[in-house]
């Protein structure tokens, strides 16, 4: 089993994109500015931005994990270092989730991403674990943030944006 420490940030994004499209650029940043930062990446394991994230991770000398799940077929990305198989969905994004000791970044996605953003927010609301990051890159979910926080202005503090992967250095830090 993987180290589960402080050092760890979770990035949950899309299986959609390929390589040399935008969002795979972005994602891939993302991984390595973390991995300068000094933390591990955890994703979800598979193509797209979970791949990217983990590449941009290894190119910048980080370590990563993959969380992954037997409903899928599909293997781990060559990037991972440490992979999790989960035996469901639902544990999948709780594995996702509590690996995320030093905080999350979320990224443009479509519903499994929202539900990872919505579960990791929601979780932090309720006062489930410690105060950590969640940092959503780019404006893509900035009107989900919006929204929610009209219903539940306290719940706003939650939730940080970040414009590019540089700006995540404002937000995450090795105590």
Known sequence: MPDRGSNVVTVFGSND??????????????????????????????????????CGAKEAGGRTIGVTCRIWSSEPNGFIDDAIVTDDYYQRVRTLVDLGVGGYVVLPGGTGTLVELAVAWELMCKGQFADRPLVCVGDF?????????????????????????RNLADHFSLS
Do not use: C, K
């Not at 994602?27 to 955890?42: C, I, T």
């Open 17 to 54: 994109p390929l390589a040399g499209e935008g969002a795979y650029e972005l994602a891939r940043q993302v991984g390595g500015e973390l991995a300068r930062l000094g933390f591990a990446v955890a994703n979800g394991g598979y193509g797209g931005t979970m791949e990217a994230s983990a």
């Open 141 to 165: 979910w900035q009107p989900v943030i919006d929204r929610v926080s009209l219903q539940r202005p306290a719940h706003r503090r939650f939730v940080a944006m970040a414009q590019t992967p």
